[in-house]
């Protein structure tokens, strides 16, 4: 019968990702790999949770629960602070090159076109 598209790409798969062995060996050798990674998996958790609350509002029209939303907004900047040591950059030097970044791509306003453009990405970009 030979092998099925399942068994292929499962065959795919394990040759073309590193070996979870080494990745706990890099982890374990360096802290702050772990802490970097501790960090990001706590702004993708929390981030997830303040998804599942708006959809709640949205899709099921139960209401904002604002309460849990400050909540998840608390965790997140909880693990942002702590992204933010691990690389050892501040939170105002963030908030500088965010701004920078947003005039760059919104000169005066938001407009669709702008947010197409994205002229903060390449100003030598035609599409």
Same mark, same amino acid.
């Given at each position: 019968?030979?092998? !099925?598209?399942?068994?292929?790409?499962?065959?795919?798969?394990? *040759?073309?990702?590193?070996?979870?062995?080494?990745? =706990? +060996?890099?982890? #374990?050798?360096?802290?702050? !790999? =772990?802490?970097?990674? #501790? =960090?990001?998996?706590?702004?993708?958790?929390?981030?997830g949770e303040?998804?599942?609350?708006?959809?709640?509002?949205v899709?099921?029209e139960?209401?904002?629960?604002? %309460?849990?939303?400050? +909540?998840?907004?608390?965790?997140? +900047?909880?693990?942002?602070?702590?992204?933010?040591?691990?690389?050892?950059?501040?939170?105002?030097v963030?908030?500088?090159?965010?701004?920078?970044?947003?005039?760059k791509?919104?000169p005066? *306003?938001? !407009?669709? %076109? #702008?947010?197409?453009?994205r002229?903060?990405?390449?100003? =030598?970009s035609?599409?």
């Open positions: 019968m030979g092998n !099925t598209v399942d068994q292929e790409y499962e065959d795919f798969v394990k *040759t073309r990702v590193k070996d979870p062995a080494v990745i =706990a +060996e890099s982890i #374990h050798r360096n802290p702050r !790999t =772990a802490g970097l990674l #501790h =960090a990001v998996l706590g702004i993708s958790g929390e981030a303040l998804v599942d609350a708006v959809k709640k509002a899709i099921y139960k209401g904002l629960d604002i %309460q849990n939303v400050i +909540e998840e907004l608390g965790d997140l +900047e909880f693990y942002m602070e702590m992204l933010r040591q691990e690389i050892g950059v501040p939170r105002d963030i908030v500088y090159y965010n701004i920078f970044k947003l005039k791509r919104y005066d *306003t938001y !407009t669709d %076109q #702008h947010a197409i453009e002229k903060d990405k390449t100003d =030598a035609t599409s």
